[in-house]
C-alpha cells in the first residue's frame, strides 16, 4: 500500500508555470505508475498523464503535450508535475495517484490517491 499527499498548488497568473509534489509513502514506491489527474468544478475528472518507472519516458495526453512535465525521484519517493503556461481553464484540484504497473498510457486502475491541492489560475 502507498499513501500519497501533493502540494505546491495555490494562486497564480496566466502564463506562470508551477510545480506539484507528490509525497509517498511505503517502500515500493518503484514499483508503482503515478499518474496525474485534475479536478475542475462541474467537470469531469480528467486524467493528464502518468509515469511509470525512473528514466522511463513518461506519457502525456496529446493536448497537454508541451505543457507538462512528469518526473519522479524514487529514492525520495516523490513525483513532480510541472505545467508551463497555465491558463484560467487549468484551475481545478490536481491529484496524483498510483496504482501497480508499468501502464502509464492506460488512464484506470488507480489504486491510491491523494488528497489533491488546488491550483487557481487568475486571468
Known amino acids: 500500500q502507498v499513501e500519497l499527499g501533493e502540494s505546491g498548488g495555490g494562486l497564480v497568473q496566466a502564463g506562470d508555470s508551477l510545480r506539484l509534489s507528490c509525497a509517498a509513502s511505503?517502500?515500493?514506491?518503484?514499483?508503482?505508475?503515478i499518474g496525474w489527474f485534475r479536478h475542475a468544478p462541474e467537470k469531469e475528472r480528467e486524467f493528464l498523464g502518468a509515469?511509470?518507472?525512473?528514466?522511463?519516458?513518461?506519457y502525456y495526453r496529446n493536448y497537454l503535450k508541451g505543457r507538462l512535465t512528469i518526473t519522479r525521484a524514487d529514492d525520495n519517493n516523490t513525483a513532480w508535475l510541472q505545467i508551463n503556461s497555465l491558463k484560467p481553464e487549468d484551475t481545478a484540484t490536481y491529484f496524483c495517484?498510483?496504482?501497480?504497473?508499468?501502464?502509464?498510457?492506460?488512464?484506470?486502475?488507480?489504486?491510491?490517491w491523494g488528497q489533491g491541492t488546488q491550483v487557481t489560475v487568475s486571468s
Open positions: 511505503g517502500r515500493t514506491f518503484s514499483r508503482y505508475t
Open positions: 509515469i511509470s518507472w525512473s528514466g522511463v519516458e513518461p
Open positions: 495517484a498510483a496504482k501497480a504497473g508499468a501502464t502509464p498510457s492506460v488512464t484506470h486502475g488507480y489504486l491510491y
